[in-house]
């Protein structure tokens, strides 16, 4: 089993629609956890941590669930501009900033 | 501007031929490492350095040496190439290695090596 898996989609949807990514993590102890976005062939960029309480970046929201092991990113009112591969990251157990990546969930807006 | 660099972005070897990748970084960051990016895989460490002199092993070592003699720098070494490591490759820094939420990673542009 994949220490952080996601469903690679893609996720084709039309702008302004809602869509949610979930994330599901193997190690327990796992204290910190992130969603990057990548866009084809460039680097990883930080979208926004994720928070025991949840949070919220504009139209992103970000959840935790540590009993079920997942988090979600939900986005609100796609942009075409919000093309791209969403990477689940989580840090691992250790003391040292490994994070470890799961392989990417694909969306893709169409006007 | 803060920035990871990579170089080269793009790089054609053959089997064998002994190559390095260079990273550097311009925030004074503590903790810097590689990683790989597969289809299907998502990107996976090579190595990691928390401070200069200071590396160890990632999830996928085999076949690739690290040096970090300065802060900012931190080379990829790939001693005989072979065509299973034709990988995009990042390089990324954060300020520090304890592994809290604050502490994130800033990747280069990407490395794209192709070894025949």
């Known amino acids: 089993r994949k220490e952080v898996e996601q469903d690679p989609g893609p996720f084709n949807v039309p702008e302004g629609a809602t869509v949610a990514f979930n994330c599901t993590y193997s190690?327990?102890?796992?204290?910190?956890f992130f969603w990057y976005r990548q866009d084809c062939r460039k680097e990883p960029k930080l979208l926004m941590s994720?928070?025991?309480s949840g949070n919220e970046d504009g139209r992103f929201t970000a959840q935790l669930n540590r009993a079920s092991q997942y988090i979600s990113l939900l986005i609100r009112d796609s942009k075409l501009s919000d093309s791209a591969t969403y990477l689940c990251?989580?840090?691992?157990?250790?003391?040292?900033?490994?994070?470890?990546f799961g392989a990417g969930t694909r969306l893709a807006v169409h006007p | 501007e803060a920035q990871v660099t990579q170089n080269p972005r793009y790089l054609i070897t053959v089997t064998g031929k002994k190559l390095t990748v260079t990273c550097s970084q311009n925030?004074?960051?503590?903790?810097m490492s590689w990683y790989r990016q597969d289809p299907g895989l998502g990107l996976r460490q090579i190595y990691y350095?928390?401070?200069?002199?200071?590396?160890d092993k990632g999830d996928v070592p085999e076949g690739y040496k690290v040096s970090r003699k300065e802060k900012r720098n931190f080379p990829l070494i790939l001693e005989s190439p072979s065509p299973n490591q034709t990988s995009l490759y990042f390089c990324?820094?954060?300020?520090?290695?304890?592994?809290?939420?604050?502490?994130?990673?800033?990747f280069g542009p990407g490395t794209r090596l192709t070894v025949l």
């Open positions: 190690n327990s102890a796992s204290q910190s």
């Open positions: 994720v928070y025991s």
């Open positions: 990251v989580v840090n691992g157990a250790g003391g040292y900033n490994k994070l470890i």
């Open positions: 925030m004074n960051h503590e903790y």
């Open positions: 350095s928390m401070n200069v002199e200071v590396t």
């Open positions: 990324a820094s954060s300020q520090r290695s304890s592994g809290t939420s604050t502490d994130t990673q800033y």
